[in-house]
């Protein structure tokens, strides 16, 4: 049983049958892909507050020490983004920040909001504003929650990170792999494009990782709404000594992932912290979002590759590299997945335009 699927009402049933075949695929077993795509992205931490303290995360900051980007602020760095060409505004923050954190409870307030969602949506018309494409990364989010903010974004995302019960994520503030679901549920209820991942290394196990690609699978089933499948090692950092997985592992579970997922759905590493060179047999087909302009704040030790690298990455492989948008090509021919506002954004832009037909 995932913990927490009873309390939040999902309902994932595994086949045996097919948890023992994805346990037994091994890298040979899988094609390569045929080209790589990334998007260029201009990162924009919004607030590095967070109601969870996971064992693994140097992102939140303790409550006092935390900040809040201002609109201004938000404004400088996407128009410096769109300046530099890129296409998507990638907007992180901990979950619920607001909940835990009083300092920027009543700085929203003072702001004119009485949450974090009502200030993202600002923000996400900032870089609408600014010609840039939101995908915002808000962690769990109720059904209310992210329907106030999914016109406003051409696609979001949260990593599901895995189905176990594993102590990275303990403390008073659990993390809930049943909450994780029902976001990545109301995403397909409310059709939003959407990124979710699995995180290698945190103390899961083969089981667990089939189970949870397994449960992302069953989502993307239902509603045809996940658009990646990011499978993302953990690294150490200054708050934690998890060990890196090996470079097997990785493409173990990379070549798990791709005989997991449908075609349409692609499997993305992050190049900055993945021995990517090193997996682009077992069936990765993306390289994800990487910014010309500013940090991966998420995981400050570890550079964005350059466009140079990316390129030299698809040259090794022997395969074109693409760019893409954050939402993908397919969501685009069916008005139902994005709204006016984010596809006038496309419609009105060269530069999108150049990339859809590219």
């Not at 995908?135 to 895995?162: C, F, I, K, W, Y």
């Not at 049943?178 to 990124?195: K, N, S, Y």
């Not at 893409?324 to 069916?334: A, G, K, M, T």
Request: one cysteine or more; glycine letters at 6%; a negative charge.
């Amino acid at each position: 049983m995932i913990p927490g699927a009873d309390e939040y009402d999902v309902a994932i049933t595994f086949d045996e049958t097919e948890v023992r075949r994805l346990l037994s695929v091994e890298p040979a077993d899988v094609d390569a892909a045929d080209e790589l795509t990334f998007a260029k992205n201009v990162f924009v931490p919004l607030t590095t507050a967070c109601r969870y303290t996971c064992t693994y995360c140097t992102y939140f900051d303790a409550p006092g020490e935390a900040s809040l980007l201002s609109p201004e602020e938000v404004r400088d760095i996407v128009r410096t983004g769109a300046d530099a060409g890129c296409t998507e505004a990638l907007f992180t923050f901990g979950d619920d920040p607001d909940d835990r954190y009083d300092r920027i409870h009543h700085q929203l307030a003072e702001w004119g909001h009485d949450s974090i969602h009502t200030y993202l949506r600002e923000v996400c018309e900032i870089a609408l504003e600014e010609g840039l494409l939101p995908h915002s990364n808000p962690g769990d989010q109720t059904r209310e929650q992210m329907e106030l903010v999914a016109d406003v974004n051409a696609s979001m995302g949260v990593m599901l990170e895995t189905t176990a019960d594993v102590d990275a994520h303990a403390g008073p503030r659990v993390k809930n792999p049943g909450q994780r679901l029902h976001t990545i549920r109301t995403a397909g209820e409310l059709g939003v494009p959407f990124t979710t991942g699995i995180l290698v290394g945190i103390g899961e196990d083969w089981r667990d990782r089939a189970e949870s690609l397994l449960a992302i699978r069953e989502m993307h089933e239902r509603y045809g709404h996940v658009q990646e499948v990011i499978v993302q090692n953990v690294v150490p950092n200054e708050r934690s000594s998890y060990e890196r997985p090996s470079v097997e592992t990785m493409r173990r579970v990379v070549a798990m992932a791709r005989a997991c997922l449908p075609e349409e759905v692609s499997v993305q590493v992050p190049p900055n912290l993945s021995p990517t060179r090193d997996l682009l047999d077992c069936g990765v087909d993306d390289l994800g979002g990487v910014s010309p302009i500013t940090d991966d704040h998420i995981n400050p030790e570890y550079k964005w590759p350059a466009l140079q690298e990316l390129e030299d990455i698809a040259d090794e492989a022997g395969v074109p590299l693409r760019e893409r948008l954050p939402v993908y090509r397919r969501f685009l021919d069916d008005e139902s997945w994005v709204s006016e506002r984010v596809r006038r954004t496309i419609e009105t832009d060269g530069r999108y335009r150049a990339v859809v037909d590219d």
